[in-house]
């Protein structure tokens, strides 16, 4: 049997025998995709990318970065609906190109979510303790360090991962509720914002407009203007692809997660077009190089209780954040653990909670223990470079299947192809181009290791193996 037929049928998507419970709808899975988009992107990149990267055409590097991701998310939507939706890229990479690609593509987003939870964690530690400060009950300060920065832990950093770690034993469903209702809060403070801006905006904060270029690399090494600021707004995006992890959870998975997918993107994009012109608007650029650019530009209004709603909105922000990108990432190693490319441990179903509890616990512990001891600093970058790599392959999956498969049945297909899927890739690779040397260093150090697993364990254990 074919690697193609094998892994075809093993994905189908009435296949209910994941042991997974099907319970989420259509809204579900794009609130799921706005929780896990909107958080570090709106309330952070935004003013860095502005002070540092691009000036007020922030806007610009939003637009760039989200149309790579657009692309992407159209060829995210038909895959979903026509393969199947459990793995995200490493599914979709099994039928179009085989076992080794798919299983490299999901080492690389092992990598990409688990270090995405535990850096926005860190970022969460310090607004929780900006809160606590707030009003009058600060942590002690070797609480809320790692021992790299003087410290004994970042406390609030490993505690609140593994609160959703209890959070995600419990249920899926369960689950989507609490993001569902932190979505919403943060919603509320993004309007909030967009309510007061809309009223004190000053032309003249746009002038020079492009204040860096398009694109220069300094002496230093660092690169600036509108190409190096997409690049690094990217990351704002980093989260609607945790949708199509859903898929044997979803209620019609060849409907709703196309529609989760496009959905919570094109929402999102419009929000941080928005958010991300508001903001250079009433702030000169030069003033938003701080860790909450939003409530800075409103505490400079004088409007200090905006400012306080906004941290709250940060709070619950960054909380979906992690949310989505946890519960993604243990549905990853369920999938590559139920296709024999990892140990069976991980792919057991606990018939009272019917919620992979093993890695969800053991995915918490190491992300907590990450995040309390460890300063994650640049290795961020590993996150982006990690995503545009799933991006790239997913586009080119399109590209092989209508070649290899061309009667297999598409509920939704992306338009105009093969530009789009071919306009994907060539964007995504592009903003890959532009992240630094050392990042591409430790990219391909991983995927060694990743190799290194797959010939010692996972070629001896694969399903495929065994049905052959």
């Known amino acids: ?102 299983f490299m593509i999901g080492w690389d987003l092992l990598l990409e979510y688990s270090l995405a939870v535990a850096t926005v964690a860190n970022g969460w530690s310090g607004y929780f303790d900006n809160a606590l400060s707030a009003i009058g009950i600060p942590l002690p300060e070797m609480l809320t360090k790692s021992p790299k920065l003087g410290g004994l832990i970042n406390l609030p950093a490993a505690t609140i991962i593994l609160i959703l770690m209890a959070l995600l034993i419990i249920g899926v469903k369960h689950s989507a509720k609490v993001n569902n209702a932190m979505v919403f809060v943060k919603l509320l403070t993004i309007i909030t914002f967009i309510a007061v801006a809309i009223f004190n905006v000053h032309p003249e904060n746009w002038r020079p407009f492009m204040p860096f270029g398009w694109f220069q690399t300094l002496p230093d090494g660092k690169t600036t203007g509108v190409l190096a600021g997409a690049s690094m707004v990217f990351f704002a995006y980093v989260g609607f692809d945790a949708v199509s992890t859903a898929g044997d959870e979803s209620n019609d998975p060849q409907r709703d997660l196309p529609f989760g997918i496009v959905t919570s993107l094109g929402f999102c994009t419009l929000i941080y077009i928005l958010v991300s012109g508001l903001l250079t608007g009433v702030v000169n650029y030069t003033e938003l190089n701080v860790s909450s650019p939003v409530a800075h530009a409103l505490n400079l209004l004088g409007y200090n209780w905006a400012a306080a709603l ?124 532009f992240l630094p040397a050392l990042t591409w260093l430790r990219f391909i150090v991983w995927l060694v290791i990743g190799l290194i697993v797959y010939f010692s364990y996972s070629v001896q254990h694969s399903r495929l193996k065994k049905v052959d």
């Open 1 to 102: 049997m074919s690697i193609q037929i094998f892994r075809t049928k093993h994905l189908t998507l009435d296949d209910d025998s994941s042991g997974l419970k099907r319970c989420l709808s259509k809204w579900d899975l794009a609130f799921l995709g706005i929780g896990a988009i909107i958080g570090t992107g709106i309330f952070v990149l935004t003013g860095i990318a502005a002070a540092t990267q691009s000036g007020p055409a922030v806007i610009l590097s939003f637009v760039l970065a989200g149309l790579a991701c657009a692309f992407a998310a159209l060829s995210y939507a038909e895959l979903s609906a026509s393969v199947g939706g459990c793995g995200s890229a490493y599914g979709y990479s099994y039928v179009a190109f085989g076992e080794i690609f798919a």
């Open 310 to 433: 906004i941290s709250t909105g940060v709070i619950a922000g960054l909380t979906t954040v992690m949310l989505v990108l946890y519960y993604a990432l243990t549905r990853i190693i369920f999938a590559m653990s139920r296709d024999g490319l990892l140990s069976p441990f991980f792919s057991e179903v606990n018939p009272k909670t019917q919620t992979p509890v093993r890695v969800i616990v053991l995915c918490g512990i190491i992300m907590a223990i990450a995040a309390g001891f460890i300063p994650l600093g640049d290795l961020a970058e590993l996150v982006n470079i990690g995503t545009l790599a799933a991006f790239v392959l997913v586009c080119l999956g399109v590209l092989v299947l209508r070649i290899t498969k061309p009667t297999m049945k598409r509920p939704f297909r992306s338009p105009f192809s093969p530009l789009f899927p071919v306009l994907g890739m060539l964007s995504c690779s592009a903003l890959m181009a």
